[in-house]
């Protein structure tokens, strides 16, 4: 991944370059290891005497720095003024490589900090790169702190009698799922220790939580309606009732 000109912020000393590094759900599940490269300016200390070396080709100048002068504003009167001047160092851009370590379960928008790695500028101590995890949306899964949830379509005869289905996990491990009994359109179950491991204590996991849907024939033919008229409870009109909003 590259990275340059990211946002700055002003503080004290240099500025911070502020990055958001993209994640994915399996990094914050499983943890992982991310490399960044920032493009930064550096202030070259092989320069002096020996800018001739192939390793100092692309040095240049530094921006200016501001300096505290004396000057005569009158008669016996001698006032301070900040200046910008001609930096004596010269400067060059390089490519830094980062290693983020993504620990298990970190939060989205958390803040990898490497101090003092930005910018440098002579006689003025860097700012941070602050990489901000931004999480890629899952095809499957949707975070909220340590809980996952997913949706599932099942067929109205699953729905019905039950059925057994498994899936994949975020690391690879099979999650199976059987029900025996009727599962509603839009019924809710809750796995426990199936969500993601917890920050700081990666052994212990949220839950998960499953949102059924149900998928129903668009049709239903003569035949099928005749076997459905034997096997479903009849019902009266007072069957068919006007719910309160
Ligand atoms: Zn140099
Ligand atoms: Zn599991």
Redesign the pocket.
Known sequence: MFFGGGQRKDTGRGKNMDIELPVTLEDLYNGNEKLATVKRRIV?R??KGK?HLP??AE?GACPKEKKMVHRRAGPGMVVQQEVMVESKE?C?REDKRLTATIEKGMPDAEEIVFKYESEQKPGQIPGDVVLKLKTTPHPMFTRSRDSLSMKIAIPLRAALLGFETSFKHLDGHTVTLKRTTVTKPGQVIRIKGEGMPKHGTPSEFGDLTITFSVDFPTTVEAALAQGLEKLLPTFSASDLRILSS
């Open positions: 070259c092989n320069c800018a390793r100092c040095c010269k060059k």
